[in-house]
């Protein structure tokens, strides 16, 4: 009783927020063949007007494709309507009222997209809580601030709005901001999503390669500079102002201030130039050879020992970092696809039962599923999976084997009611959440672990130990009722041979008598 009192419990659950989840569904708008924009302005009772207009696929383009111009009109305005190619006369800047216009367009565009996405949040303050509407805000705030604001404030005090307003002029900087926005590119493009992620999963291996990359260079700074560090044996190039405030010639290979002597002691001189002349001339490879040829020339032994630091940082350690950047790019983009596919099936899933949901219990029983397993675009999912078109009914029927086989695991039990039609039966089924579940455990284009072998052997020696017990418990049936045959054969052949004595005594007694 209590075991049935809990399924109902759980299947009252899952029927009421089934229900819910159907009362409080803002599906998208169903669209005609041949309609535009204005059919999403179209009430009704799934969502409202400013719903269906943020979430509508016109709408976003055209926000995506102002987002791009705004970041070309960036540069453009950055390169040929910069404030120090202003009329000296008028101060008017070259692409004038032109610009003005379009900062306007953006600024209206950007104030109004934000409106709209405000207002189709059913709880408003819930709008906190999306990172991209509130990022959106603070740029068009920004921009509010710099489009509008500021040329106000500039009428005000009588100065030059293009100009800046003293103090606020560097406040145009923050139209900078404005490119990323360029960021939500990443929505309409996955695989530059996919590249940004894998670099983000990326960079504490790229950050702990980088200071072992700084550690070597430090030892091998120490090596070089404690090396050349003996002024008599490795002199410096002069430079020529030293040459003259000493009172000497200048000599024909002085340096001008400012530049950087060739010879291997130069290159090695203090810790810094040490950093330096390995970083850029060993670890990326410039001017190698000058460089290989300066130190030979000074001393062969550290030549060598310059080329055990090109082995190990120029060849070893970049191209490591360029293995364990691409690996790890590579994994990122395999979740990420894992993800969609994942996605995928639920919403596929989703949608499927709640066609052909009539019930509204919140439960899939043996015969929904194989409706739902008859639709299109569930069949067409399974294929990006990995199950094969010809032997997809084989496939299907398997897993409905398989999910509901065994119901004393994850099934719940409808309530036990009387049901209202004659024909309607007890059913017992999963939740939705539940058949998602299992279906992602099931699916076949998931590679088999080591986790899973266990678990398949752990479930094989429960079979085993199943079946044993139970041919045990055969075994003992069948000993028992040959043993009971066994006593009543016995049993009928004792009274046989009680019945033939006595019958043989009674012919003795009866020929014994008188004649």
């Not at 390169?79 to 216009?101: C, F, I, R, Y």
Request: proline share 3%; aromatic share 8%.
């Amino acid at each position: 009783m209590h075991q049935i009192g809990a399924r109902k419990s759980i299947a009252d659950e899952a029927r009421e927020a089934h229900l819910h989840k159907l009362e409080h569904a803002n599906d998208e708008p169903e669209e005609e063949e041949v309609g535009g924009f204005c059919k999403c302005l179209r009430r009704n009772e799934n969502g409202s007007v400013w719903q269906r207009m943020s979430q509508h696929a016109y709408f976003e383009s055209t926000t995506m494709l102002v987002i791009v111009f705004n970041a070309f009109w960036i540069g453009i305005d950055t390169e040929w309507n910069h404030m120090t190619l202003a009329d000296e006369e008028t101060g008017k800047l070259p692409l004038e009222p032109v610009s003005t216009g379009v900062e306007n367009f953006f600024c209206v565009y950007f104030t109004v997209e934000v409106f709209i996405r405000y207002l189709s949040f059913d709880i408003k303050k819930k709008c906190v809580f999306d990172a991209w509407f509130v990022f959106d805000s603070i740029l068009v705030a920004c921009m509010i601030l710099e489009t509008w604001v500021m040329v106000i404030v500039a009428s005000l005090m009588n100065a030059d709005s293009s100009g800046g307003v003293g103090p606020l002029s560097a406040l145009r900087l923050l139209r900078l901001l404005r490119l990323a926005r360029v960021g939500r590119l990443m929505k309409f493009v996955p695989e530059m999503a996919k590249l940004v992620k894998g670099m983000i999963k990326a960079a504490r291996s790229v950050i702990f390669i980088l200071i072992f990359l700084v550690l070597v260079m430090y030892v091998f700074a120490i090596i070089f500079t404690g090396t050349f560090s003996d002024r008599e044996v490795y002199p410096l190039t002069p430079y020529c102002d030293d040459e003259i405030a000493a009172g000497l010639n200048e000599t024909d290979d002085c340096l001008e201030e400012g530049e950087f002597g060739e010879l291997g002691q130069d290159l090695f001189a203090t810790m810094g130039d040490s950093f330096m002349s390995l970083f850029t001339r060993g670890v990326l490879g410039d001017n190698l050879d000058e460089t290989v040829q300066a130190i030979m020339d000074q001393s062969l032994l550290l030549m060598w020992v310059f080329f055990v630091f090109l082995i190990i940082t120029f060849a070893t350690l970049l191209n490591m970092l360029i293995g364990v950047v691409c690996e790890v790019i590579s994994d990122a983009a395999a979740e990420e696809e894992e993800q969609e596919s994942a996605d995928l099936l639920k919403n596929t899933i989703t949608d499927a039962f709640q066609e052909i949901d009539s019930n509204d219990d919140g439960l899939v029983c043996e015969t929904e599923w194989m409706r739902i397993s008859e639709n299109p675009k569930v069949r067409e999912t399974m294929e990006g999976l990995g199950i094969e078109p010809e032997r997809m009914e084989e496939r299907l029927e398997q897993m409905s084997l398989m999910l509901f086989a065994d119901p004393e695991e994850g099934l719940v039990q409808a309530p036990e009611e009387e049901p209202e039609d004659a024909d309607q039966e007890d059913r017992s089924g999963l939740t939705v959440e539940q058949l998602i579940e299992r279906l992602n455990d099931m699916r076949p284009d998931q590679d088999a672990n080591a986790l899973d072998l266990e678990l398949m052997k752990a479930q094989v020696t429960k079979d085993q130990k199943l079946f044993k017990s139970k041919l045990k418990k055969v075994k003992k049936g069948l000993t028992k009722f040959l043993q009971q045959q066994k006593e009543k054969e016995e049993e009928k052949i004792r009274r046989r041979e009680q019945l033939l004595a006595k019958a043989c005594r009674g012919k003795n007694q009866g020929g014994n008598g008188p004649e």
